[in-house]
């Protein structure tokens, strides 16, 4: 299969090694605990995670996006981003939160 045709569904399926990433320093141990506890989970589970601490979700995948340059791994953090906006396109103010003021949290996407 072409990898332009896989769906956000086939992507999410790849097992990503997040430890690895922090053992390699390239994610903190914050980072980690915040991914186990996000990844593979149900949707109304991620939800409830969001409401609670969005901010410090978007900041996870932002700095994987900025960090990371493995192919599999950005193309996975970019639908986990799809399908959290997907689900509840308010979640875009996420990326707004006044505590990521000192952030530039689109600069990932535009690089």
């Not at 994610?27 to 186990?36: A, E, H, N, S, V």
Request: one cysteine or more; glycine letters at 2%; charged letters at 30%.
């Amino acid at each position: 299969m072409d990898q332009a045709e896989l769906t956000t569904e086939q992507v999410l399926k790849r097992d990503i090694p997040w430890e690895t990433y922090m053992t390699t320093k390239l994610i903190t141990g914050t980072c980690l605990q915040l991914l186990r506890r996000y990844d593979n989970r149900s949707e109304s589970y991620r939800a409830q995670l969001l409401d609670d601490d969005g901010p410090a979700y978007v900041r996870v995948f932002v700095s994987i996006l900025r960090d990371i340059l493995k192919e599999d791994t950005v193309e996975y953090v970019l639908a986990l981003i799809d399908e959290m906006l997907t689900a509840n396109p308010k979640r875009a103010r996420l990326f707004h939160d006044k505590s990521l003021a000192n952030e530039d949290t689109y600069e990932p996407f535009l690089s």
